[in-house]
């Protein structure tokens, strides 16, 4: 960031979860990073992901009220990548920033997939999530790759619902396989050891986000020091 420019940070939070996890990273980001970081809270099964976006467009409208010149960066957990890909290719008025993406699987999941086809009616994932697993095309986030650098984040510590429900293609990071967070158009992508959960829990990952939002590349020099310590 430069003197005098502001820099936003919207985090979305992925399935069953409230955003509560992340206070760690929110706060690292704005104490250490100085960014201005806000928490979207939303619906994750009763919503489809249309509906979601456009309360994370006026999430960030109205909370935030970005100034021209400032910036408006998204971190989704999960899910809640797919929340802001979908608002970044539905409203083309988005200001300018970058995105991360901490696990998000962008065509579909073996694990959410398996879970949406055991008996019952959906209400473990909701029927209308259940629909969009299905259906998932990673090609229908291309217009959001074209404008804006995305970075993806795996994690590879797997342990998680997934293990348990179905065999995960190695690595995972317990619910996510590596493989379903990848894709040509990302910017950059890098594996941390990380569970799903600690995703948003982990310091390292936390500094990871800050220098993509920063530079828009993560920090490989910073990961190898840390390995060979």
Known sequence: MTEGETSHVVMVHGLWLNGTEASVMRRRLTDRYRFDTRQLHYRTVRATLEQNAIHLR????????????????????????????????????APPGRVVMLGTPLAG???????????????????????EVLAQDASRWAPCFEVREIGMIAGTLGVG?????????????????????????????????????????????????????????????????????
């Not at 909370?63 to 802001?84: A, N, W, Y």
């Not at 990848?182 to 310091?203: G, Y």
Request: charge should be negative.
């Open 109 to 131: 999941g073996v694990a959410a997939e398996r879970i949406a086809m055991l008996p019952g009616d959906g209400s473990l994932l909701g029927q209308s999530l259940v629909e």
């Open 161 to 229: 619902l997934g293990r348990v429900v179905t065999s995960l293609p190695e690595p995972n990071d317990g619910t996510v396989a590596v493989e379903e967070t990848r894709s040509p158009l990302l910017t950059d992508h890098l594996k941390l050891a990380a569970t799903h959960t600690t995703l948003v829990t982990s310091r390292e990952v936390t500094d990871q986000v800050a220098a993509f939002l920063n530079h828009g590349r993560f920090n490989r020099e910073r990961k190898k020091l840390r390995e060979m310590s």
């Open 58 to 93: 006026e999430f960030a409208e109205h909370e935030l009220r970005p100034r021209p010149g400032s910036q408006c960066h998204f971190v989704g957990h999960s899910r809640g990548g797919l929340v802001i890909l979908m608002r970044l290719a539905e409203c083309d008025a």
